[in-house]
């Protein structure tokens, strides 16, 4: 069975995720290790690393992965915002590591008008100073697959592909899919026939063993919206049968699968969301 779970509050510091993810039941998990709407982050402190290590080994929670600070842009064609997008990664690579994780999640970055060729060029050569500054580590770079809005790139397989293939170190890059992006971009895999072409053209391009996790999330708009508006399991476009296949596939079974929806602050959502993925299951026989 894949391994489930959502994307946790880190309040109260970046371990006390581990403790809300047990509480909902997740099995995998992601967070953000800063705060994702400012370029300097507080370091992680010496208590925290430490108590987040003994917790992961106490909840059996991983993998774990982080997400990226949505200011990043790596295509950026503004030299002083591109360097503030590489430092800023930087940080969010070291505070993977430091922790543990399996890797980062990050969306490609938009090239503003300078093109798509010329924005996936950027993106490699941004990677390149990341790995650069952070050689040896294991915590992977995991691209995220995006709805398409605007001059986002990612919104294509080929694009993923383009941007590992030019970067120096295309071993430390993976990529994460998303349900809801990708079903916006325009990939309707909630058949059986377009779940093998989905997945077909994902291997075509990229490689289905560089899908390291998913974020399942159901769309509030149809196939080819290019709107990134995520909404409960079973609510909306993606509907059920759009999990199932992703969920019953053997290709995934030790996958981490990891929620983006809309919560409160009791999690009741999460919970629901969960059992809803859970009762899409089917038992091996
Ligand atoms: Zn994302
Ligand atoms: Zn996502």
Redesign the pocket.
């Known amino acids: 069975m894949p391994r489930l779970g959502a994307h946790v509050s880190t309040a109260g510091g970046v371990s006390q995720a581990l403790v809300r993810g047990q509480s909902i039941g997740c099995e995998a998990m992601q967070v953000f290790t800063r705060n994702n709407n400012q370029w300097a982050g507080k370091p992680l402190s010496s208590t925290e690393i430490e108590r987040w290590r003994s917790l992961v080994q106490e909840t059996g929670i991983q993998p774990v992965i982080s997400?990226a600070s949505y200011l990043i842009n790596l295509a950026s064609p503004n030299p002083d915002l591109w360097q503030r997008s590489i430092a800023t990664f930087v940080d969010e690579l070291e505070r993977a590591e430091t922790l543990g994780l399996l890797g980062v999640?990050i969306h490609p970055g938009s090239h503003m008008g300078e093109g798509e060729v010329w924005g996936l060029q950027r993106i490699a050569h941004a990677l390149d100073a990341c790995f650069a500054a952070t050689a040896g580590y294991a915590t992977l770079v995991l691209l995220?697959t995006t709805a398409g809005a605007g001059q986002h790139l990612g919104h294509r397989f080929e694009h993923l592909a383009a941007i590992r293939s030019r970067c120096c170190q295309p071993e430390r890059v993976a990529v994460?899919f998303?349900t809801?992006?990708v079903l916006a971009a325009g990939y309707d895999f909630r058949t059986d026939e377009g779940y093998r072409a989905t997945l077909a053209e994902f291997d075509h391009q990229v490689g289905l063993h560089l899908l390291r996790c998913f974020?399942l999330?159901d769309s509030k708009h149809d196939l080819g919206s290019h709107k990134d508006r995520h909404t409960h399991i079973g609510e909306g476009y993606v509907g059920d049968d759009g999990f199932r296949r992703i969920l019953n596939d053997p290709r995934f079974v030790e996958t981490a699968m990891v929620l983006?929806t809309p919560k409160s602050d009791d999690l009741h959502e999460d919970v629901e969301n969960l059992a809803r993925l859970r009762s899409l299951i089917t038992p091996e026989l």
Do not use: G, L, W, Y
Request: with cysteine; glycine share 0%.
């Open positions: 997400h999640v995220e994460c998303d809801c992006h974020h999330n983006e």
